[in-house]
């Protein structure tokens, strides 16, 4: 057969009209190309039971290393996807059209709203066209999240269809036809998924292709495996069929390493490798075999199958951070461990077992069907080292044997918070300082963070803020970097905090020895910032930054900031509004009568005693 050409699946997702982000990383062990650097074959062609095709590159891509594996599919698993592709497509179609239709009916109606407002004497009727644009504009938006996410959900569905790569890969070079794919012994209709990955440094990136085509009518000769491990002693059985029926005979490329019977049935001798042949009447099959010592761990030994589990990162309580798998069933008999490396690699097995402090104990969730890491500070100490993340995954089984049975999936981090919710406890007077971010953190990473506080002199940020403006903190972010303020300084953390990257001071009985900060300038009824960054210590720390808003009440030699306590840009309870004494629409909050300032200061000052009190306690015994 020569010059046959495989013809490639359709199996593309519309381009929606709004920026929807369509991404497929989720339903495989590695990401797919997100920058674009990989160019499949358009085809694969077919010559004496050889596909060739090339795999190019991007300009951008110089310097990487292209490797790629061929994983057969069945008529029904090739059925399924185009099936759920068309349905996929369907939905995407039309919710582009509704998306369109929708603009354009807020178009029209911001048209009419526009035109009335400019009119005297039409200011009711103006009102009514606005209510209506806002209205539409509101289900417009509700109607666009739940098509993202129904779109989303479809997608997954396609991609939970597509078998994952294995370990197994071949490598070429970028050149032209750098794909050369084993069709021998094969006929009839046949459906692969060809996978292509691409690696340079701790960078790596992936993506595949579906192709299919009808090879004609030619003996096949197909194993149940392709390559097995045994222990001496140990017998294998192999399966042959043939897609003519034919007798099938056995032979041993080293019998002295492992025999085989007239049946299939494999023998091992002693250590060594072998290879065992099936062949027919026009083709042969192989199978490499591997003999290992009577007390070797092999592959042949049933692990745990994690080939589509999905691993997410997330935020875990104050500071800690949490590794959820999902996907994967359990053994009742085996125990997981989870190790994080910088970089794609196999994680080693020390000799003594992988019980250690670097590893992470998996609790399965049964209900749930999910592991779950069981130490939040040991994940955050990771998520808090500038490295990617990378997870290995160790199981134990009843044997006492251990394998790494999933590793080389590079998890993204999630976002750290920059406003108030990155604040978890925070007041500043003239003898007592608090401030306890949300940072991720371990307590075995001791930190440095700058504190920077100034006065907000531009009004336009005060203004968003009082007109509920969620980018009016995102201004107030920018400022604060770019002014000096009134106090700049980069301070030591507090020492082997377990529970926050904070900073505490007081003049009494200063358990954390750090020095209070004087603020004593600061003007009555101003309003202030102030903005944390976590140093990167020369790179060894991701440096994440907030900012949060805070008004200063100054009596005497006594002052103190209060600050914003949610992210809804609601004071904490002090009391009833005063006066706003600024100019534009909308009144910020208050911080309320200075009688109620008073006492809620001394409230807090009690509190952040006991809060000390409580640390101490935590950090000395």
């Given amino acids: 057969m020569k010059n046959k050409v495989i013809p ?35 085809s694969i062609t077919m010559e004496n039971g050889i596909g060739t095709g090339t795999v190019t590159l991007s300009d951008e891509a110089n310097g990487f290393n292209i490797s790629y594996q061929k994983i057969h599919i069945t008529s029904s ?19 582009n ?18 035109n ?32 993202k996410e129904k779109i989303n959900e479809l997608q997954n569905n396609v991609y939970e269809l597509i078998p994952n790569y294995t370990n197994e890969w071949t490598e070429t070079t970028n050149s032209e036809n750098n794909i050369r794919l084993d069709f021998s012994g094969y006929s009839g209709e046949i459906s692969i998924v060809l996978w292509v990955k691409i690696s340079k440094a701790s960078e790596t990136y992936y ?105 997410e990162l997330n935020k875990d309580g104050i500071s800690n951070a949490i590794i959820q798998i999902s996907n994967v069933t359990a053994k009742e008999d085996s125990i997981y461990y989870m190790v994080i490396t910088p970089n794609g690699s196999e994680a080693s097995i020390p000799s003594e077992g992988f019980v250690s402090d670097e590893a992470i104990l998996l609790k399965y969730d049964n209900e749930n069907k999910r592991f779950i890491s069981a130490d939040g500070t040991k994940v955050a100490k990771y998520v808090e080292l500038n490295q990617d993340i990378y997870v290995n995954i160790i199981e134990e089984n009843s044997g006492g044997k251990e394998k790494v049975v999933f590793y080389g999936k590079k998890v993204e981090k999630y976002d750290e918070p920059k406003y108030a919710d990155a604040f978890h406890a925070t007041f500043m007077t003239n003898d007592n300082d608090q401030i306890v971010t949300s940072f991720t953190h371990s307590e075995k990473n001791n930190r440095k963070i700058q504190i920077k506080i100034g006065k907000i002199t531009d009004q336009s940020i005060l ?105 809804d840009f609601k004071w904490a309870d ?12 909308g009144k910020i909050p208050q911080t309320g009568a200075n009688m109620m300032i008073w006492i809620t200061l001394g409230l ?18």
């Fill in 604 to 621: 807090a000052l009690i509190g952040g005693g006991a809060f000390s009190y409580i640390q101490y306690r935590r950090n000395n015994y």
């Fill in 207 to 311: 993506d595949m292709q579906l192709y299919t085509t009808n090879l004609g009518d030619v003996e096949i000769i197909t194993l149940d495996k392709t390559s097995a491990e045994m222990r001496v002693d140990d017998t294998l059985q192999l399966t042959a069929t043939s897609s003519k029926d034919t007798n099938i005979t056995w032979t041993s490329s080293d019998s002295s390493v492992a025999t085989v019977t007239e049946n299939g049935l494999v023998k091992g001798i002693k250590e060594g490798t072998t290879i065992i042949t099936a062949k027919g009447i026009e083709s042969t099959a192989t199978c490499n075999i591997t003999v290992k010592s009577k007390d070797a761990i092999i592959d042949n030994d049933e692990w745990t199958d994690f080939s589509k589990a999905k691993i």
């Fill in 77 to 95: 698993q090739k059925d399924s996807i185009s099936a759920k592709t068309n349905e996929l497509n369907n939905y995407v179609k039309q919710f």
């Fill in 574 to 585: 002090f009391g009833t509004a005063g006066v706003d004494n600024t100019t534009a629409s």
């Fill in 97 to 114: 059209a509704d998306v369109e239709q929708k603009n354009e009916n807020i178009k029209k109606l911001q048209d009419e709203y526009e």
């Fill in 8 to 42: 490639i699946i359709i199996l593309t997702v519309l381009v929606l009209s709004m920026c929807i982000s369509i991404s497929p990383v989720e339903a495989f062990s590695g990401e797919l190309d997100p920058k674009k650097y990989i160019r499949m074959p358009y």
């Fill in 463 to 567: 203004q968003k803020i009082k007109n509920n403006d969620i980018s009016g903190f995102a201004s107030l972010l920018d400022f604060a970097k770019k002014s000096n303020g009134i106090f700049d300084k980069v301070v030591d953390a507090d020492k082997d905090d377990y529970y926050a990257i904070e900073y505490n001071a007081d003049n009494g009985e200063n358990i954390k020895n750090q020095a209070v900060i004087d603020l004593k300038n600061l003007e009555n009824e101003s309003y202030y910032y102030l903005y944390i960054k976590a140093d990167g210590e020369n790179g060894k720390y991701t440096s994440p930054e907030a900012v949060t808003l805070a008004r200063a009440r100054v009596s005497g030699d006594s002052w103190g900031l209060f600050f914003y306590g949610s992210s």
């Fill in 116 to 147: 009335l407002k400019s009119q005297q004497g039409k200011e009711s009727e103006a009102e009514v066209a606005k209510k209506a644009y806002e209205d539409a504009a509101t289900e417009a938006n509700s109607y666009y999240e739940t098509g």
